[in-house]
């Protein structure tokens, strides 16, 4: 699937601010249902803003914790310095119901900040660029 057919104006400038909880921010007990560790999460975000950079994608990684308030403090430190066209917020803010709070306010600080940006959403590290492709290749 694509956005190529939609009729959304298209993204101001092809730079990405990819947001996601930090690693750290998250107990043994949250990760192992998903067989997870502090440290796989970590090797995971790692390698899929890797194969991002490696596809030429520019942007940056922006970890924040799961206090509302300093996640939005992070992500208008990053905005301060340049604007993006696209925001991609990770699994870990979207779909844990504990973090429904942080969603909305990273979403509307994104808003906020820049009117018009595209927000993209992937199921995790790993499909993070699919999720980039497509808006930065519509």
């Known amino acids: 699937m694509s956005h190529k057919s939609s009729q959304v104006k298209a993204l101001l400038n092809d730079d990405v601010l990819a947001i996601g909880i ?43 914790s799961k206090d509302p308030d300093e996640a939005e403090a992070e992500i208008r430190k990053r905005f301060a310095q340049r604007s993006f066209g696209l925001a991609t917020v990770g699994s870990g803010v979207r779909l844990l119901p504990e973090n429904t709070v942080l969603f909305e306010r990273i979403v509307n600080v994104l808003v906020d900040l820049q009117p018009d940006i595209r927000l993209g959403f992937a199921t995790g590290p790993k499909n993070m660029l699919e999720a980039i492709r497509r808006w930065l290749d519509r």
């Open 22 to 64: 930090s690693p750290e921010a998250f107990t043994a007990e949250e990760l192992a249902p998903f067989n997870l560790t502090v440290e796989k999460l970590a090797a995971q975000v790692e390698r899929g803003w890797a194969a991002i950079q490696a596809a030429g994608v520019v942007g940056e990684l922006c970890s924040v």
